[in-house]
């Protein structure tokens, strides 16, 4: 069982990929296809993507890349 601190890590990284992905305007099929499973086993986690400003997701990515030695964008 997770503890309520992965779950938050889960749901935070679901968000980030769903955005660095480009799983809500997909264009590939395969996007397509992991836009749907992502759609329908996260929904809370798709909800909050779709609500997601510019700025929020521009300071989740690069705080992603900060965390694996990255330059922010």
Do not use: V, Y
Request: net charge positive; hydrophobic share 35%.
């Amino acid at each position: 069982m997770l503890t309520s601190d992965e779950k938050d890590k889960l749901s935070k990284d679901t968000i980030r990929s769903i955005h660095m992905i480009g799983l809500l305007n997909p264009k590939q099929n395969s996007q397509i296809a992991m836009a749907k499973f992502i759609r329908e086993k996260f929904p809370d986690e798709w909800k909050i993507a779709e609500k997601n400003s510019n700025e929020e997701i521009k300071e989740m990515i690069n705080e992603w890349r900060k965390s694996r030695g990255l330059k922010p964008l």
